[in-house]
C-alpha cells in the first residue's frame, strides 16, 4: 500500500489524523490508471478519498485546465462539497481552483468557465449534459484527468443515472485514458455499480474498494404506550413518545415516508411541544427558499428537529444530528440504511435509530429489517436497461455538439452499461425517432430535424433545434403542480393539480404545517386563507410512496410462517399472530394465503400478497374483473402493502380459479395500456424523449396544456402505431419495476407453486383487521372511470330528487332565481308537484342523467 | 350511445356522448373545433407529433355522419389548426374528407385558428350562421340566446369517490350551448375559469362525455364566484 506524498501526509498529521486504508488505496488504483468504485459508510473521508488523488496529481504536475469533474445528484452536495474540499486545498497552499456549475450558476461566470476552466469543477448530471452539447466541448475536456461519480448508487438505476451514463461513454470517446471514480454507500450488489462505472461496461474493469464498515447502528423499536395500533399508517399515536427522544436528544431528524404523513407528524408533534422547541419541516412540495431555510437553520444547529421524507435522503453532511426517528415502516433495509447513516456522520460511533411501527405488521417489518442490518443483508433492484427515452434525447445532443455517424454512436451507446445491451433496432428507431418522429406513416420529410450528408455523417437541421434541445435537456419531468399562496402573502409550496381538482372552495387542507381554507383558483395558484377549524384533507401525493422491497417483504413472510421467530417480537403482536395461527392460519412462507368472510352482510376475501401496496392495487383490479366474470359481484377494494382485500356480494368460492397465472395476460395488457399509471410513464418518456417540450424558445405553454396533450397522443398513437418506439419504451419500463407489475408475477408464481391456502372462515381474522380499517382510497371494482362517474352522476340526482335547476326549468321559473348559497334548499314535495307541471311541455329527458339503458 | 335531449330556444337538441350535436328537426349535425392538421402544425415547429390526429378526427366524424345521417353540417370554427391547415391535408385524409362532406350542406364557421375560408373544399364559410331561432358561431357573445359555440374546448371535473375525473363537456344554460372539442389533439379548459363560467351567471349544466353516454351535473353559479373571485 502506498503513503502519502507531502503536504499532503504532513496536513493528515497535523491534524492527528492518518490516512484511512480506502483512501490510499484509492491513489493506488488512481497511479496505476485504473477505475475504481469506493463503498464506505457515511462519515468514512469518502469523498475526500475521491479527491485525493486528482489533488496528488495537480500537486505534483501543476497545470491549468480541467483536471476533475465531480458529479452528484444534488446540487447542494455539489455546492457543500466544493466548500468543504477548498479547507484544506487552502490549508496545503496547493493553489488549485475549484468551481461548481450547476442550473443556478449564472450566465456570467458559466462563459468565463468555458473560456478557462477551473482544475475542479462540480456539477450535476444535467450540467454535464448540457456542456457535452458545447461544439467547443472537445476542447474543454482534452485535459481531463478523472470524473468522480458521487451518490453513484442514487444515480445508477434511473434516468438520471441513463443520462450520465451516456455522458460518461461519451467523454471516454473524447478523454481516452480518463479514470473515473465512484462512491457510493453500503448497497447489496456492488458488481452492477462497477459495471456502470465501467468504461467497457464490464465490471472486472474497474478496482472495487471497500471501506471498513463504521459502527453497527444501535436500533431501537419505539411503541406507544398502551395499546399497539392495529391499522393505520400514520404512526401519530406513538408521537408523545417521539416528541420526548426529540427532547432527551441534540438534534433529531424524524424521517417519514409521506408528505402527507410529514405534515400530520407535524402538526401532532406541535400540539404536544409545550416547551416551544424548534421543530422544522421538510418536504419536496415545499418551495426551495423553505427548504433552503430549514437546512441552513439545522446546519447552523437552531432546530431540535426537522420532520422530513425522502427529500432530506440524500445531502450535505450537517454532523450534529444525534438520532434519526423513522416514523412508518421502513419499506427497504438500504433505505433505512441510508437514512441511519443521516445521524452522526462519525465513523467511530454507532448511529442511532428509532424505528416507530404504526401497526402491527409493520412492527414485524421493522424486527425485520433490524435483523437484515445486523446480518448485514441489503436489498436492492438488478440493473434494469437503460430508457429508450434518454437514449432518443442523448442522440439529438449528440448531434448538435457535432456531425457523428451511426455507427460509431452505436458502438459508443453499448460502452454505456445500462445500454450494453442495445440493439441496433432500437438504436436505429431511436435514431429514426430523434429525425422526424420515426412513424410509419412519413408526413413529416420536409420537417425533419436531423439530416445526413454523403459520407453519411448525421447532421441537425438547424439553429433552433439546438436550442429547442437546450431547453428541454434532462430527464427530470415534474408532476402538474399548482403553486399554494396565501392570499395577499407569500408562495408556501406546490401541491399535485389533481388535489386541488379535488378541492371545492372552503375545503379545509394541511400543508406546509398549516391549516388553510381554500378559496379558489388564479390561473395556476391556489389561493387559500389561513383556517382556524374544519375537518382538513391532508394532499396525498401520487409516486411518493416507496414500495415494501420484495426482499424485505421475504423476511417478513419468514417471520410470520416461523413461530420460533417471534420472541424478538413485542407481546401484543405475539398474541396477535398466535390468535391468527389458532382462528386460521399464518400466511407462508411460499404459497399464498387467501381469507374469505362474511361481515356486514358482504363477502370479504383477503390475499397476503406482500408485494406492496402498488402491486396489490394491480391485483385488486384483475381480481375483481375475474370475480365479476365468476357471477361473485365484486363491490370494491382495497390495498396495503400487505394484502389486497376484495368484497363482493356473493360468496367467493373456488378461489384458485382468481389467482391463476393468466391473470397477467390480455385483462392486464388491455387495463395496463388504458391506466394512469402507464399513461404518466408515456408522458414522462414523451417529455424527455422531446416529443413533448417542457420549455419552447419565447413561449410559454402552460404545464396544464401540455399533461393533456401527453394523453390525447397516447391515445391517438396507440391506436394508430402501437409499435412506436415511445410506445414500446413505455412497455418496457412497465416491465422493468419502474410500475409493479413484475411483483404481482411473484404472487401468482408463488401461489401456483407453493399452493394456495384457502381459509373459509365465519368471520374476520386477526391478520385481517389492520387492513380492513385501514383508511385510504378504496377502488371500484374493475376500477372503470365510466362507473365511478355514473355512480356519481345517479348521486347528484338522488340528493336534489331530480330537481336540479336546469335549462328551461330555470328560465320558466324566473319567479324565483336561486341566490347564492341557497341552491342546496330542500324542496317540499308539493313545489316539485307544480314544478313538474310547470315543465309539461319540455319533454322530461330520459337518460339525460340516469343511468337508463 | 344515449344522447340526451336538451331544449334550447324552443328547439330540441341531441348532445352526443361522442362530443357533437344533433338538431333532428333539421336534420343537422353541429360539431366544433376539429383542429385538423394540428400535429403537422408542430411538427413543422419541431415537436414531432404523431400524424395520426387528422384520420383520427375524421373517422370520429364519419362515425357521427353514419349515425344521425343529416343533411347539414356545421363546423363551428376552428375547424383547421392554422390558417394554411387545408394545404397540409395528407391525400388519403383529403380523400377522406371530401368523401365525408360529400352529398351534404357544408357551413364552416370561422375561427380564430382558421380565419380563412378552406381551399379547396364544399360548402360555405361564414362568420355566423343562423336557422330558426338558432345562432351558430365560433366565440359565445354576451347576452346572446339560442346560441351554439366552441373555442373554449371546455372541460369538468366531477368529484367521485375515488378523486375527481376530467372529461370534456357541453356546457349549457337556458340560453345557450358550448360544444367540446372535438378534434383528437384538442386539449381543454376547466369550465370553472372565468373565461367560461361568466358566459353562464345564474350556473348551467356540464355533460361529462361518456364512453355510451353523457355524465350530467349542475355547475351552479358559486363555481363561478370562486373563479371570479381569483
Not at chain 1, 496536513?11 to 488512481?30: K, N, S, V
Not at chain 1, 438504436?427 to 418522429?437: I, K, S, T
Not at chain 1, 447532421?459 to 431547453?471: E, G
Not at chain 1, 420549455?695 to 410559454?700: A, C, D, I, L, S
Request: aromatic fraction near 6%; charge should be positive; hydrophobic fraction near 45%.
Amino acid at each position: 500500500m502506498g503513503t502519502l506524498p507531502e503536504p499532503f501526509a504532513g496536513w493528515f498529521a497535523g491534524r492527528g489524523w492518518a490516512p484511512r486504508p480506502h483512501q490510499l488505496a484509492l491513489l493506488d488504483a488512481a497511479r496505476r490508471g485504473e477505475s475504481a468504485l469506493l463503498i464506505a459508510p457515511t462519515g468514512g473521508g469518502k469523498t475526500l478519498a475521491g479527491f485525493l488523488p486528482s489533488l496528488v496529481d495537480l500537486h505534483a504536475r501543476p497545470r491549468p485546465g480541467l483536471h476533475t469533474l465531480y458529479v452528484s445528484p444534488l446540487k447542494a452536495l455539489a455546492v457543500d462539497i466544493a466548500r468543504n474540499l477548498m479547507t484544506p486545498v487552502e490549508q496545503m497552499g496547493l493553489g488549485l481552483r475549484i468551481e461548481t456549475r450547476t442550473g443556478d450558476t449564472p450566465a456570467n461566470r458559466r462563459a468565463r468557465q468555458r473560456q478557462d476552466p477551473p482544475q475542479i469543477l462540480l456539477t450535476t448530471p444535467e450540467s454535464l449534459a448540457l456542456l457535452l452539447t458545447l461544439e467547443d466541448a472537445p476542447e474543454l475536456f482534452a485535459g481531463l484527468g478523472a470524473v468522480v461519480v458521487d451518490e453513484i448508487h442514487a444515480l445508477a438505476g434511473t434516468k438520471r443515472g441513463d443520462q450520465l451514463a451516456l455522458g460518461l461513454a461519451r467523454l471516454a470517446t473524447l478523454v481516452p485514458g480518463m479514470r473515473r471514480v465512484g462512491l457510493s454507500a453500503t448497497v447489496a450488489h456492488p458488481d452492477p455499480l462497477r459495471a456502470y462505472l465501467s468504461t467497457t461496461a464490464r465490471p472486472d474493469d474497474v478496482a472495487l474498494v471497500v471501506g471498513a464498515g463504521g459502527a453497527e447502528p444501535q436500533i431501537d423499536l419505539l411503541l406507544p404506550e398502551g395499546r399497539l395500533p392495529w391499522g393505520g399508517e400514520m404512526g401519530l399515536v406513538t408521537m408523545p413518545e417521539v416528541y420526548r427522544r426529540i427532547r432527551e436528544a441534540g438534534v433529531t431528524i424524524v424521517f417519514v415516508n409521506t408528505r402527507a404523513q410529514a405534515e400530520l407528524c407535524f402538526q401532532a408533534l406541535w400540539r404536544l411541544n409545550d416547551d416551544n422547541l424548534p421543530i422544522g419541516l421538510h418536504h419536496g412540495s415545499l418551495t426551495v427558499e423553505q427548504r433552503r431555510k430549514v437546512e441552513a437553520a439545522m446546519a447552523a444547529g437552531k432546530l431540535r428537529a426537522v420532520v422530513a421524507t425522502a427529500s432530506l435522503d440524500l445531502g450535505i453532511d450537517w454532523g450534529a444530528v444525534d438520532q434519526v426517528v423513522q416514523v412508518g415502516a421502513p419499506k427497504g433495509v438500504a433505505r433505512l440504511l441510508q437514512r441511519i447513516g443521516r445521524a452522526n456522520h462519525r465513523m467511530d460511533e454507532p448511529s442511532r435509530a428509532v424505528l416507530v411501527p404504526a401497526n402491527r405488521f409493520e412492527v414485524v417489518e421493522c424486527i425485520a429489517a433490524r435483523q437484515a442490518i445486523g446480518a448485514q443483508e441489503l436489498d436492492g433492484d438488478p440493473p434494469r436497461p437503460g430508457g429508450l427515452d434518454v437514449l432518443c434525447q442523448h442522440i439529438l445532443a449528440v448531434a448538435v455538439a457535432g456531425p457523428f455517424l451511426p455507427d460509431d454512436l452505436y458502438a459508443e451507446v453499448r460502452r454505456a452499461a445500462p445500454y450494453s445491451m442495445l440493439t441496433r433496432e432500437n438504436f436505429d428507431d431511436a435514431l429514426r425517432f430523434v429525425e422526424d418522429g420515426g412513424y410509419a406513416l412519413s408526413n413529416y420529410d420536409r420537417f425533419r430535424r436531423l439530416f445526413r450528408d454523403a459520407e453519411g455523417r448525421v447532421h441537425v437541421r438547424s439553429n433552433a433545434v439546438a436550442r429547442q434541445l437546450r431547453m428541454n435537456l434532462g430527464t427530470i419531468v415534474d408532476l402538474p403542480m399548482l403553486k399554494v399562496r396565501l392570499r395577499g402573502g407569500p408562495v408556501l409550496g406546490e401541491v399535485e393539480e389533481w388535489f386541488v381538482s379535488s378541492l371545492t372552495p372552503g375545503d379545509a387542507f394541511i400543508f406546509a404545517g398549516q391549516l388553510l381554507r381554500f378559496e379558489g383558483l388564479d390561473g395556476l395558484v391556489a389561493l387559500c386563507s389561513r383556517a382556524s377549524g374544519g375537518e382538513p384533507r391532508v394532499p396525498v401525493y401520487g409516486g411518493s410512496r416507496m414500495p415494501l422491497s420484495t426482499w424485505l417483504a421475504a423476511r417478513v413472510r419468514g417471520i410470520l410462517a416461523d413461530p420460533k421467530a417471534w420472541k424478538h417480537l413485542p407481546e401484543p403482536v405475539q398474541e396477535w399472530l398466535r390468535l391468527q395461527r389458532h382462528l386460521s392460519t399464518l400466511p407462508p412462507k411460499d404459497g399464498l394465503l387467501v381469507e374469505t368472510f362474511p361481515r356486514g352482510g358482504k363477502f370479504f376475501l383477503l390475499a397476503y400478497g406482500f408485494e406492496g401496496k402498488l402491486a396489490h392495487q394491480t391485483l385488486g383490479m384483475l381480481v375483481t374483473k375475474r370475480m365479476e366474470r365468476l357471477g361473485m359481484a365484486p363491490l370494491g377494494y382495497l390495498a396495503t402493502d400487505y394484502v389486497m382485500a376484495a368484497w363482493s356480494a356473493f360468496e367467493p368460492t373456488g378461489v384458485e380459479r382468481l389467482f391463476e397465472e393468466d391473470l397477467l395476460g390480455e385483462e392486464l395488457e388491455e387495463w395496463m395500456a388504458d391506466s394512469s399509471m402507464l399513461r404518466r410513464s408515456f408522458r414522462n418518456i414523451a417529455i424527455v424523449a422531446g416529443l413533448i417540450e417542457k420549455n419552447h424558445p419565447n413561449q410559454e405553454k402552460s404545464r396544464r396544456q401540455m399533461t393533456m396533450s401527453a394523453d390525447l397522443i397516447y391515445d391517438v398513437l396507440r391506436k394508430h402505431e402501437p409499435q412506436h418506439i415511445l410506445l414500446r419504451a413505455t412497455r418496457q419500463e412497465a416491465a422493468t419495476g419502474l410500475t409493479d407489475v413484475a411483483r404481482i408475477g411473484l404472487v401468482l408464481e408463488r401461489a401456483r407453486r407453493g399452493g394456495i391456502i384457502h381459509r373459509a372462515l365465519d368471520r374476520v381474522s386477526p391478520l385481517a383487521v389492520p387492513s380492513l380499517i385501514e383508511k385510504g382510497r378504496e377502488w371500484v371494482a374493475g376500477g372503470a372511470e365510466d362507473a365511478l362517474l355514473a355512480e356519481a352522476a345517479a348521486m347528484v340526482e338522488e340528493v336534489t330528487e331530480g330537481a336540479e335547476l336546469f335549462s328551461e326549468t330555470l328560465a320558466e321559473l324566473t319567479d324565483h332565481i336561486p341566490a347564492r348559497g341557497d341552491r342546496d334548499r330542500v324542496r317540499r314535495p308539493r313545489d316539485r308537484a307544480r314544478d313538474n307541471r310547470r315543465r309539461l311541455p319540455w319533454k322530461a329527458p330520459k337518460g339525460l342523467a340516469t343511468p337508463t339503458s | 350511445m344515449i344522447a340526451a335531449p336538451i331544449h334550447l330556444a324552443g328547439e330540441r337538441l341531441m348532445l352526443d356522448p361522442a362530443g357533437h350535436v344533433a338538431w333532428p328537426a333539421q336534420k343537422l349535425l353541429a360539431v366544433s373545433d376539429l383542429h385538423l392538421e394540428k400535429g403537422s402544425h408542430f411538427a413543422a415547429r419541431g415537436a414531432m407529433l404523431p400524424p395520426y390526429d387528422t384520420k383520427e378526427t375524421l373517422e370520429r366524424l364519419g362515425l357521427a355522419l353514419r349515425r344521425w345521417r343529416p343533411q347539414r353540417l356545421v363546423l363551428l370554427g376552428d375547424s383547421f389548426h392554422d390558417a394554411t391547415g387545408c394545404t397540409r391535408l395528407s391525400p388519403g385524409d383529403a380523400a377522406l374528407l371530401l368523401r365525408l362532406l360529400g352529398g351534404i350542406e357544408v357551413v364552416w364557421v370561422l375561427g380564430n385558428h382558421d380565419p380563412a375560408p378552406p381551399v379547396g373544399l364544399p360548402g360555405i364559410a361564414v362568420a355566423e350562421w343562423r336557422l330558426e331561432r338558432l345562432v351558430f358561431r365560433h366565440v359565445a357573445q354576451p347576452g346572446a340566446t339560442g346560441e351554439l359555440s366552441g373555442h373554449f374546448h371546455p372541460k369538468a371535473t366531477m368529484p367521485t369517490r375515488a378523486g375527481g375525473v376530467t372529461r370534456p363537456c357541453f356546457v349549457a344554460d337556458a340560453k345557450r350551448l358550448l360544444l367540446p372539442a372535438f378534434g383528437a389533439y384538442t386539449g381543454g379548459l376547466d369550465i370553472a375559469d372565468p373565461a367560461i363560467a361568466r358566459l353562464f351567471p345564474r350556473g348551467g349544466r356540464a355533460f361529462l362525455l361518456g364512453s355510451g353516454r353523457l355524465f350530467s351535473f349542475p355547475t351552479g353559479p358559486l363555481r363561478h364566484a370562486a373563479g371570479a373571485m381569483a
